[in-house]
């Protein structure tokens, strides 16, 4: 089945306690994004990747890292979460340009 | 910067009406535009694409027009069913930047049985 996995699906942590979201898609696609969700703010680009060793920052990238180093992994790292990252998060992918976004499930972080 | 407003922000009709969801943007030049529907808690699940040299798209109940003169799209939904209440966003993708998207706030449609 053509599908986003990310991982895990829910996380609770602490301010500064380092974390990755893992985000894996199995179409082949060259285009992965991260966006994050907040209510009141709507659905906000974090960073996204044209293809592999190809990243490029969105409209809030600030607290955020991220890597491609393979077609079907993009992984979301926060090296050290604040409570203001505290969000609902979706990985996404598309072939080409992109044409066609494909979202993951969500991953819902909190930060205390 | 380009902006993306969707009108209106919540929106109650009940079953079987006809109804438009609205999408505006500032900059016309943009490479697509997708709608997509959002159950809450969920994911997005994707609706239409319009790719910027097409006038509209059509799936079943469903029809988006695309006017980039205008900085317009229109969602389209035929004999709502209360199925059909969710969060209706969409996303366009500008020339300028390939890769970089912008997304509306959402209109959320409650459809009454």
């Known amino acids: 089945e053509a599908q986003v996995t990310q991982n895990p699906r829910y996380l609770i942590t602490v301010t500064g306690k380092k974390l990755t979201v893992t985000c894996s898609q199995n179409?082949?696609?060259?285009?992965m994004s991260w966006y994050r969700q907040d209510p009141g703010l709507g659905l906000r680009q974090i960073y996204y990747?044209?293809?592999?060793?190809?990243?490029d920052k969105g409209d809030v990238p600030e607290g955020y890292k991220v890597s491609r180093k393979e077609k079907r992994n993009f992984p979301l790292i926060l090296e050290s979460p604040s409570p203001n990252q505290t969000s609902l998060y979706f990985c996404?992918?598309?072939?080409?340009?992109?044409?066609?976004?494909?979202f993951g499930p969500g991953t819902r972080l909190t930060v205390t | 910067k380009q902006e993306v407003t969707q009108i209106p922000a919540a929106l109650s009709v009940p079953e079987g009406e006809n109804l438009v969801l609205n999408c505006s943007f500032t900059?016309?030049?943009?490479?697509?535009l997708q709608w997509f529907r959002q159950d809450p808690g969920k994911g997005l699940t994707s609706l239409l694409l319009?790719?910027?040299?097409?006038r509209e798209q059509t799936s079943g109940r469903l029809n988006a027009s695309l006017d980039k003169s205008s900085g317009r799209s229109t969602l389209y939904i035929a004999a709502s069913q209360p199925g059909d209440s969710a969060t209706y966003l969409c996303?366009?993708?500008?020339?300028?930047?390939?890769?970089?998207?912008?997304f509306g706030d959402g209109t959320t449609l409650t459809v009454k049985p």
């Open positions: 319009i790719q910027s040299s097409q």
């Open positions: 996303a366009v993708l500008p020339i300028s930047k390939a890769g970089k998207s912008t």
């Open positions: 179409m082949n696609h060259e285009y």
């Open positions: 990747s044209m293809n592999v060793e190809v990243t």
């Open positions: 900059d016309s030049a943009i490479y697509n």
């Open positions: 996404a992918s598309s072939f080409g340009n992109p044409v066609e976004q494909y």
